[in-house]
Each structure stands twice: as structure tokens, then as C-alpha cells.
């Protein structure tokens, strides 16, 4: 399956067309993330060393949905029931009903803090190979929360995170000298890629160094949040 395959999964969907825009922004970011580079088995959700993914930017999960029935963590057919009444699909991921989801997500600016916990937790448990990858929106950084973890995750050499920025210039806010640069000041190393591009996707993911956390800056040139 290709990610063009993905895209009619997708519109099983319905229910949530006003964040139709947040949802595709994503999608090629998480096709890449599932299909090339996550350590992740479908048949083995609870595998101590698998990697993690954590999906901050929670609202509209449309393409995280489409993704994970394409990769098998769940059937194609709870797509037609997003949100029903018995249908474990909600507008939020929920990671009691949603095999292969780490955490529960929407209200934005958590999930870069669960990141660099679940990645200390790793740490402190001698597993060392897995990864912590965490997907962000541009306007979930104005959320001061995130401030307090990209300054720790630099300041403690926190090299197993990555987090991965989809900049479609919803943000109300910017920042001198771009995304890239307000994690580059506290210590991580950073990249920005056309977030369309799989193969800059994948080669921008795969830069992360020892000794530091990582951040790609994923340009998608859509209007949403």
C-alpha cells in the first residue's frame, strides 16, 4: 500500500470535515514515520523495546486513523464509525481504545512533555534502543508547556527524542529565525524539510545525532491548525 492508497481510507471518515486540513497535513509525516522508520509491529503493541509515537497534534486524527488500519493495528471498517456511540474511533485518539496508541490526545501542548517522560522512563529502565518520535502542529508551540520540555530535552542531552514540527503556517505567533531555531538554541539539533517530500521526510528523521534531542520542521503548505 501507498500513501495515495491511504487517502480514500481517509474519507471513510466524516464527522470531523472541519479539521479535514489538520488531518492532511499530517498524513505524509506519518506514512513515512509508519511505513519507513517506527519500530512497530502491530502484533506486538506492548514490545518493552518497540519505538514510541505520540501524537500531540490530537485534534482531527483522521490520517493517524487511516495510517494505522493501512499498517494493521486496526480494521478498515471502524473507519465508518468515527465517533458512534460503540465505535472506539473518537475526535481524540484514545490510547484505552485505539490498539497502537500511546497516548490520549487533543488538548494541545502535552504531548511533548509525555515524550520526554516516556523517554526518561526508557532511560531509567536501561532500554536504550527505542525512540521517542512526537508529532506537533506550529500553533501547539505557543502552548508554554512546551517551552519547559525543548528547554530540558536540550539541557539533559535527551538524544532518543525527535520531534517532528508540521508547520502549515497556522501558528498566531512566529519566531525569529523560524521553528528550527527556537529548538536550536537550547541544545537540539534541527532540520526543516518539505513535508511532502518522503525521502527529505525520511533522510531529515534519520539525521538525529548522539547526545542531543532532534527536531524536523515539516513544511506543508495548507491552510489549518
Not at 56 to 80: I, N, Q, R, T
Not at 174 to 190: C, Q
Not at 209 to 223: M, Q, R
Request: aromatic letters at 6%; hydrophobic letters at 40%.
Amino acid at each position: 500500500m501507498t500513501v495515495l492508497e491511504v487517502e480514500p481510507l481517509i474519507t471513510r471518515l466524516t464527522g470531523d470535515e472541519k479539521h479535514a486540513p489538520s488531518a492532511f497535513s499530517t498524513l505524509d509525516v506519518l506514512w513515512v514515520l509508519y511505513d519507513r522508520v517506527l519500530r512497530v509491529d502491530p502484533r506486538r503493541l506492548d514490545d518493552p523495546d518497540r519505538d514510541r509515537f505520540l501524537l500531540s497534534k490530537g485534534h482531527g486524527p483522521a490520517a493517524y486513523y487511516a495510517v494505522l488500519a493501512a499498517k494493521g493495528f486496526l480494521p478498515h471498517e471502524w473507519l465508518d464509525d468515527l465517533a458512534g456511540a460503540e465505535s472506539p474511533l473518537g475526535h481524540h485518539p484514545d490510547r484505552l481504545r485505539v490498539p497502537g496508541v500511546e497516548i490520549s490526545s487533543g488538548s494541545l501542548g502535552h504531548g511533548l512533555g509525555l515524550g520526554v517522560g516516556t523517554a526518561l522512563g526508557l532511560r531509567a529502565q536501561g532500554r536504550l534502543e527505542p525512540r521517542v518520535y512526537v508529532l506537533l502542529g506550529d500553533a501547539e508551540l505557543d502552548e508554554g508547556s512546551n517551552h519547559e520540555a525543548i528547554a530540558y530535552a536540550g539541557a539533559t542531552g535527551l538524544d532518543s527524542v525527535t520531534a517532528v514540527v508540521i508547520d502549515n503556517r497556522s501558528a498566531s505567533h512566529g519566531w525569529p529565525g523560524g521553528i528550527a531555531s527556537r529548538f536550536a538554541v537550547h541544545g537540539w539539533t534541527a532540520v526543516t524539510v518539505d513535508g511532502r517530500d518522503h525521502d527529505a521526510v525520511e533522510a531529515g528523521l534519520r539525521q538525529a545525532a548522539e547526545g542531543a534531542p532532534h527536531v524536523v520542521v515539516a513544511v506543508v503548505e495548507t491552510k489549518g491548525s
